[in-house]
């Protein structure tokens, strides 16, 4: 049974940076695709960055070039790193994992990661 906890949410100041941790307890295959999602208040969860099994990684687009999504299959952890953070990127984070599924990655996020099995409890990001 997979068991995901984020951490490393917190309060910060426009333009600052956070690094949000996912780590996990009940082994993640290699193959599993690996993602982080957000939800603001009054809005639907959206997608921000997935990452495959062969690394490959795809973002929301208006957050390319400022999260980077990172994984470390052998401390079965994976982190998304924020940088020049905006007042609109205030939510509650989650990340998930999931089995190979028929869904691009693309798609995952478009979905709000409609798909994934596994997710942690969230943790409050504040711009």
């Known amino acids: 049974h997979v068991q995901l906890v984020e951490s490393g949410g917190g309060s910060v100041q426009a333009g600052g940076s956070l690094r949000l941790t996912c780590t996990a307890s009940?082994?993640?295959?290699?193959?599993?695709?690996l993602g982080w999602f957000r939800q603001a208040p009054g809005k639907e969860r959206e997608g921000v960055a997935v990452?495959?099994?062969?690394?490959?990684?795809s973002y929301k687009e208006s957050e390319e070039g400022r999260v980077t999504i990172s994984k470390d299959n052998a401390e079965n952890t994976f982190y998304l790193q924020m940088d020049n953070l905006k007042p609109d990127d205030t939510a509650t984070y989650y990340c998930a994992a999931n089995a190979p599924s028929l869904m691009t990655a693309s798609q995952c996020l478009e979905t709000g990661g409609s798909d994934f099995a596994h997710w942690g409890q969230g943790t409050q990001v504040t711009v």
């Open positions: 009940g082994y993640i295959y290699a193959s599993y695709r």
């Open positions: 990452i495959d099994s062969n690394l490959g990684t």
